[in-house]
Nanobody
């Protein structure tokens, strides 16, 4: 089992950048594909980005492609999401996720963090 804890959320203005971190504990992160999801108020949770266990492949939602970058440091057991050119529509609670299966981490990951709020003002 792996435990996930997000940090780095906050209030920023449109066009600003923010980096989220997700610290993992328990099992080694190298055993898991990892990803980010988000949920805006009144909307369903949606996939944002994912990365394979060794960082060899990354996947992005169309809405963030070219603006967000997912990365990981297995030695530090940490997942990152660099968010650039933020827009008001990026406002949401962002969740870190993990699963042993690459395809599942993009759809129905087994493990979730508690989330961190990102608010982008116009």
């Amino acid at each position: 089992q792996v435990h996930l804890a997000e940090s780095g959320g906050g209030l920023v203005q449109a066009g600003d950048s923010l980096r989220l971190s997700c610290a993992a504990s328990g099992r080694p992160t190298s055993e898991y594909a990892m990803g980010w999801f988000r949920q805006a108020l009144g909307k369903e949770r949606e996939f944002v980005a994912a990365i394979t266990w060794n960082g060899g492949f990354t996947y992005y939602a169309d809405s963030v492609k070219g603006r967000f970058t997912i990365s990981r440091d297995n030695a530090r057991s940490t997942l990152y999401l660099q968010m650039n050119s933020l827009k008001p529509e990026d406002t949401a609670v962002y969740y870190c996720a993990a699963d042993r299966v690459d395809t599942l981490v993009r759809v129905t990951p087994m493990y979730w963090g508690q989330g961190t709020q990102v608010t982008v003002s116009s």
